[in-house]
C-alpha cells in the first residue's frame, strides 16, 4: 500500500500522460494532487520549501499586483473572478515544485515521452481513417481550439527533449531508441497537427539544445543537418503547414496596407486592440479580467468580439495589470531561464527547454491565462524545478540541488 506522504509525487508522476489526453482528466488529475497535498501532512516542510524556491518572491509580486488592480481598478460585469484566478496559475508551480525531489521526476519525463507517443499514434491513425470517431478523440479528428494546438506544441518539447538525450546519451542502443522516437514524434508534428507555434517551439528548441553543447561532434552536426533537412521537408512536402505560414505573411501584408485579412489572422486586429488598451493606461493596466469586456466595446460586431484573450499573454498582461504586472510574469520566467542555463546539467536543461517553450507560446497562445495550457506548463516545469531552493534560504545545503 502506498504511504500517504507520497501519493502527491505519484500522482506528479502520472499527470504528463494526460496532456494527451481530454483536458478533464487533467483537471481530474489536479484536483487530486490538491487533496492528496493536504492530506499527506508535513505542512512546515512544504512551506519552508515554498518559501525558499526560487520563484517565490516574484510569483508573490505577481499576486500582489494582480490583488491590487482587482481590488481599485476597474471590474469586468462578468468572468471577473475567473480572470482574477488565472493570474494565480504560478502558485501551482510552487505547490507542484515542493514535492521532495526522488525518482517520481524521471517516471514523469517517461511519463511525457509515453504520453506523446500515444499522441504520435493517434494522429497516424487518423491519417489511416482507424481513428474512432467519438468525442475522447475529437482533439485528434478536428481541430477543435487550445487543446488541438497544445498537442502540436507538447509533440514540438518532446521531439526537442529526446534530441537533446540522442546527443547527451553514451549509450548506443540508448541513442538509437531515441532517435526512433524522435523520428515516430517529428512526423506527425510537421505533418499532421495543425499547429505553427509547435513547429516554432521545436526549431527554437533544437537551436537551443544545439547551442548548450558548445563543442560540436560529429553526432551534434549530424543532428543539426537532419533537423535542417526535417524542417525543410516539412515545408516542401506539408501542404497544411506551408499554406498557415503563406496565410500569416499574407495577412501581415494586408493588415500593414489596412485591407481585410482572413480568419486565421485576427491576431493581428487583437494586437491592435490590446497595444491601445496599454497606450492608454500602461503603467496600471485597466483591470483584471478586463479584456473580455473591452474587446466587444472597442471591436463590436466583428470577428474578435468573442475572444477571451489577444493570444499574447504579455499584452494580455500589461493592458488588465500594466507594466508592474507584466515585469512581475517576465520575473519569474527570466529567472526560470536563469536557473536553468547556470544548472545547465540534466535538470538544468530540462528546466531551460520547458521554459523557453512556455516564453514562445505565450507570444501566440493564451500560454498561462489560459488552464488547457497554463496547468500542464506549470506541471511540466515542476519536474525539473522540484527540489530546487536559493542557497541563502534555510536547509539549502540540503537540497540535492541548491541555486544561489
Known amino acids: 500500500m502506498i504511504e500517504r506522504a507520497k501519493l502527491p509525487e505519484l500522482i506528479l508522476s502520472i499527470l504528463p500522460l494526460t496532456f494527451f489526453l481530454p483536458a478533464y482528466l487533467g483537471h481530474i488529475g489536479v484536483a487530486l494532487f490538491v487533496l492528496a497535498y493536504a492530506a499527506s501532512g508535513n505542512y512546515r516542510v512544504k512551506w519552508r520549501r515554498i518559501r525558499g524556491s526560487p520563484i517565490f518572491v516574484p510569483v508573490l509580486l505577481l499576486l500582489l499586483v494582480s490583488s491590487l488592480a482587482a481590488a481599485f481598478l476597474d471590474r469586468p460585469d462578468v468572468k471577473f473572478w475567473t480572470g482574477y484566478a488565472h493570474y494565480q496559475i504560478f502558485v501551482f508551480l510552487l505547490l507542484f515544485s515542493s514535492i521532495q525531489p526522488g525518482d517520481w521526476q524521471r517516471r514523469a519525463i517517461k511519463m511525457f515521452y509515453a504520453g506523446a507517443v500515444l499522441a504520435a499514434t493517434f494522429f497516424y491513425l487518423k491519417q489511416m481513417l482507424l481513428l474512432p470517431e467519438i468525442k475522447f478523440f475529437a482533439s485528434y479528428l478536428e481541430y477543435s481550439g487550445n487543446k488541438s494546438i497544445l498537442l502540436g506544441i507538447f509533440l514540438g518539447v518532446a521531439s526537442a527533449g529526446l534530441l537533446e538525450e540522442v546527443i547527451r546519451l553514451q549509450d548506443r542502443r540508448a541513442k538509437l531508441i531515441r532517435l526512433a522516437m524522435l523520428l515516430y514524434l517529428v512526423i506527425p508534428m510537421l505533418f499532421f497537427a495543425r499547429t505553427r507555434t509547435g513547429v516554432l517551439v521545436f526549431a527554437v528548441l533544437c537551436v537551443l539544445v544545439i547551442a548548450g553543447r558548445l563543442k ?20 516542401k512536402f506539408s501542404p497544411n503547414l506551408q499554406s498557415r505560414v503563406d496565410t500569416t505573411l499574407k495577412d501581415v501584408a494586408a493588415f500593414a496596407r489596412g485591407e481585410k485579412i482572413s480568419d486565421e ?14 497606450a492608454e493606461k500602461p503603467i496600471t493596466g485597466h483591470g483584471v479580467g478586463i479584456w473580455y469586456q473591452q474587446i466587444r466595446e472597442r471591436a463590436p460586431a466583428s470577428r474578435i468580439e468573442s475572444m477571451a484573450t489577444p493570444h499574447n499573454d504579455y499584452l494580455l498582461y500589461c493592458a ?14 527570466f529567472r526560470l531561464l536563469h536557473l536553468g542555463w547556470k544548472v545547465r546539467r540534466e535538470r538544468g536543461m530540462g528546466l531551460l527547454m520547458f ?30 524545478l522540484a527540489g530546487a531552493i536559493r542557497a541563502d534560504s534555510p536547509g539549502g545545503s540540503d537540497e540535492r540541488l541548491s541555486i544561489a
Open 216 to 235: 560540436m561532434s560529429w553526432p551534434l552536426f549530424a543532428c543539426l543537418i537532419g533537423s535542417l533537412i526535417l524542417l525543410i521537408t516539412a515545408w
Open 265 to 278: 489572422g485576427i491576431r493581428l486586429e487583437m494586437y491592435r486592440v490590446a497595444v491601445t488598451m496599454i
Open 320 to 333: 488588465e495589470i500594466g507594466l508592474l504586472g507584466l515585469a512581475a510574469l517576465l520575473w519569474i520566467l
Open 355 to 384: 521554459t523557453t517553450a512556455l516564453i514562445v507560446t505565450a507570444m501566440f497562445n493564451a500560454a498561462v491565462r489560459d488552464t488547457v495550457f497554463g496547468m500542464p506548463f506549470m506541471l511540466l516545469l515542476a519536474v525539473p
